[in-house]
């Protein structure tokens, strides 16, 4: 079976999640290539050392540039912070490598465009960690939709919210800081339910979004009796216009109150609606107007092992997936993308339209008007 | 005690929700006012006194002219069609009634603004049935954020949804009629959520709306095989931006597949949030940031006698109310009002407010910017 | 229209429920009898003409004798406490009227023998007040399963769980005394169940109790520094075997920290499954097996117009009734039947055999093994 | 560090279950042990060759003797057929290898007490699969009933249904066979509840049970047009005293149709309650007491970093654990219990316990009264 050597940069929150997955996706699934976990790069070469023995990767650097110019690497995972994916990505694909990046791709239109058409011109093969909608019971709900079970989609109301920056008393990280975050809640969150809008509905065409800074100053995380600015959103909202017609409104918080994975959906059809939380990852509701006078309602469907990808982790239905189980379907994409040559989506040319959405939003809600995506 | 003679003018579906409450009233509260059912009016003379008899009320007639101008009246409560409520409540003010009328108070803001200003020369009181606000669990709401216990508000979110006009082959009927209804979900239904945000949030300053008119024909009641333009939206969106400083977003739709009664809110504060949806009636959740680690979550409050107004329906906490006893309480500040000079309020001036929003949505999305309201 | 004249004797929580129920009972709906509020009895003549006053009825006195043996009442409403319901029964039918009592019907099987038998004999007609299978959501629950639709019911299982006694502190009443109330919380709440359990799958035929007075000494309400004994079960559960063979479980609790309205059941049949809370009085969740693979879930109706008796409330589902609107159902069943000769269920005959299964219960808790009812 | 060689028997549905967790502990948690995949038996040498590459281990057997016996293998697991763990727990446990096997331990007591006592002799250590309480969810319940959060237990409802058998159509398999599997839904579904029931309240003194196969004959899975007799209960029943003084039940069905995941408890404290279900395995729902008036309610806790082993597969709260995540806490308990001699619970007399109470209750089913365990 083809060999498919990763290399693997970054290892804080999300790079862990990765790293799970690699171990856990050749059990789960059946593979069309194997996973060999070549290198793994951190920030120093002890750091290093330690997170490849951890998650058993086999050899360690503490400069990513060594990783993805080493000739053994076919495909660069990037797991480093926000403001580095464009110049490792860059390089990676100047070197003729895959690219798995996480999301958001890049920090601005102009950046995610230069990644997008190197990767097409190199020829090489990309993914986006937009995870989420690997989820079998959102590609349950897609599913449903691609059916017309529901009928003609009219309405998409989608958020991503959670609090982790609701006390005030947080001091500012890197995600407040236009430098390394470019957006805020927008850029950290909403990246994941304007791609589930497009995976569910399709392309957006149009936005008003409005933003806003709630907690305006924080606690300087070195000297935290100085308050220094907090330089992006809290908090936004827009209107949509989808190209196939429907209507929609997406809503982004890092500040919203007891929402801990506030991924969320509820789309109306001509002839049902469907609705679905992130934190009940393993139900979704369906309502189909057609069903007999005195018998509708919404219904509670438990994924199981009719629905996509499920009976891999599991052969009986409500047993339920977590959050890792999502990234571990997304690294069989990805493996049998590269081994297979299998679909590999969201490439990069999503995750650039999902940063160009993001940037109207922005810009509308600086423009106060209407924009085109 | 004081008599408070009523004098009701329409029997449809609202028409009668008020009589059931006016019959409930007296014994579920200790009223400041005797009320008497003293004169109905419908459409014509048989119709009238059937219901009249129905209902419990003393007199009746078939023309509402005869009641607004009967000395024996002290209130009139409208229940007749929308587009009626302007030449009624003139009518009746003329004669030194107070007015209590169905929302939406009037079809345009030009309308609301000349009964208000009638109302008040004339000095009459006042009361539009938002009754909606008036269940405990939503009273129970504002006590909650008025006390601060979810710190300032930031963000609300609000629907009113149902999908009483989902089917396609439903005839066009007077809520699609431009002349009749005025504007579609907007008026029929977003009314209610305004007034909510109103009540839970204050003032709302500037708004950017979208609309549509999702199914554009609709089969002629008389004559079903022809088709008649649908003249006004079946769903509308807007961001808000509240006078104290939140962002918000309302929403509503009568083409909502499986919302039945998709009056919902969800209220985040900087210590807390709130959630609510009027299909469950009886509960609000509520989210306190501050509680210990590992401990937090939403909490569902069961309204009880320890909250506003239950107490009178049911000694005992979680035995339900239901959406008769809405009315029930908004009877009980139309009495007390009139017979002990309490506050009444929604009164026309937050009708008229409510249609200042609800109009400044619909100029929006014809023009595609924000507009202040 | 035959006048269907009443006397009410109680006022407490329950009495004015009724007399709630009473003054909304004709406007909601179209009854076979009119009403007469006629007399009304409490225990002195002051709180009995108060709350004649209050409650609408024309007449009172401070001796329920009187009220009992006078010639205008037709039909004696007993809202008195539970010791005294077999003494005003006897009486009532003795002055040939018609009874209604809330439950429990008696103290023990035999008073509640005495009054079935002295009921029939004299030819009277008699409700009890099992309020809660009038909900409009427990008919359709009983209609579903009538018609099949979740095939032969193969097992039940009920609770009426509630915690108005969950605090220690809360001092001894009349619930925790055996010769004022019979049972705890069988008597109190279990009731209600064991006639759902009837209503919905039919007769039990033998059972295995358990029971437990958790809560063994409460402060005398006269001197709460001396602790007094609670004379009868704080929580009680039963095995039943149904007549239809079905097996079964009920439980009950006066304890049950958190329940407010605790009253459940879960239902299941061969070819699917009924969930039901009283605290969400207005939902169904109905679960059919044969639904297609991988769309099968529970699914929440809510109660509405195709479903029996709700329209008379209101027009459109999801709306919401409330524990009142169950009261003037059963209201209505009392006019009707009364006047009209329409069936009146449950009358004493099925409060006779709640009892029955009660006492089983408590028998076989003793006994220590199964018991035939 | 100590390496800790594993000798896999069975790759069913929960071999396979074992296998992903085998592989993702590494990664998840930092052992006190090197997980070893040393060999692994199936039924033939090519079936066991397959899935020892599918699954990462490095030999492989079609013989199960010659595992146990192998110098190189410390710890046996078996996830063979139910009938099978006792001949093969006996045999390693001779070879002196630690056992770790699945659910339920053995078909009778009898055979439990052999396979308890022989470990203990052997001095070898021992671990059930009773997954479910591994949970973090779980283990937070733990944590809240043993920090005395809602006082002292006084009730406790727990089930555990399915509806794979729901179907009568679906052939007689293994499960519905004496000798194959012992008791029905007590042996395969209660196991878990009643070691649930132990972990969070403690020891079942006696009990009071009832059960009854409902679907008595099956197709034949060779002959389908034959029906085969049923040999064990569908559902079954049970009151409970815990050793502690508590009131409990509990119920299992393998034909509770609707209920896919159906483990779910409710346990009520003096001073609060909890409430989960398996199907949303994220979620603890909390009441406690003595909140202040008006604002108690069921929380929903969403399980979070702030809680037992959460952390180790995400930082973030509400992002989800699934169900192959649980086992993957069992692994951790199990190599760190041989590596570094921690403690391992549920151990085989935990399993002896449990079979215990469930032979008690087929037993009292039986003879129709309460039964000592």
Not at 172 to 197: E, F, K, P, T, Y
Request: glycine share 8%; charged share 25%; aromatic share 6%.
């Amino acid at each position: 079976m083809k060999k498919v050597k990763v290399g693997l940069i970054g290892t804080g929150y999300i790079g862990r999640c990765h790293a799970i997955a690699y171990a856990q996706a050749p059990t789960v699934f059946d593979l069309k290539g194997e996973i060999v976990r070549e290198m793994l790069a951190e920030v120093n070469p002890e750091l290093a050392a330690r997170q490849a023995n951890a998650f058993g990767f086999r050899r360690s650097t503490g400069n990513w540039r060594d990783l993805v110019s080493d000739p053994d690497i076919d495909v660069v995972d990037i797991c480093a912070p926000n403001f580095l994916h464009k110049e490792i990505a860059l390089e990676a694909i100047r070197h003729g490598k895959h690219v798995y990046s996480e999301k958001p791709l890049a920090l601005s239109v102009a950046d995610a465009e230069e990644m997008t058409h190197a990767a097409q011109e190199a020829g090489v093969k990309t993914l986006v960690g937009f995870n989420y909608m690997k989820n079998p019971t959102s590609q349950l709900a897609r599913e449903i939709i691609a059916r017309g079970e529901i009928g003609d989609i009219v309405h998409f109301y989608g958020t991503h919210n959670e609090d982790y920056l609701a006390n005030p008393q947080t001091p500012r990280d890197w995600h407040c800081q236009h430098a390394l975050a470019g957006l805020g809640a927008l850029g950290d969150l909403a990246a994941h339910i304007v791609n589930m809008a497009h995976f569910l509905v399709g392309d957006i065409e149009e936005v008003s979004g409005d933003m806003m800074t709630v907690i305006k100053q924080r606690p300087d995380p070195e000297e935290p009796a100085r308050l220094v600015p907090v330089e992006n959103e809290d908090q936004a909202s827009a209107l949509l216009r989808f190209k196939q017609g429907a209507q929609g409104v997406i809503e982004t918080s890092r500040i919203a109150c007891g929402r801990k994975m506030g991924l969320t959906y509820v789309i109306t059809g001509t002839r049902g609606a469907l609705r679905y939380t992130q934190e009940r990852m393993a139900e979704l509701e369906l309502y189909l107007h057609d069903e007999p006078t005195g018998r509708q309602g919404f219904k509670t469907i438990l994924t199981g092992p009719a629905h996509p990808d499920y009976a891999a982790f599991c052969v009986s239905a409500g047993h339920g997936i977590g959050f890792n189980d999502q990234k571990t379907v997304e690294i069989r994409d990805l493996i049998n993308g590269i081994a297979a040559n299998d679909r590999m989506w969201p490439d990069f040319a999503e995750g650039l339209q999902v940063t160009r959405v993001l940037e109207a939003i922005a810009a509308s809600a600086v423009e106060r008007r209407w924009i085109k995506v």
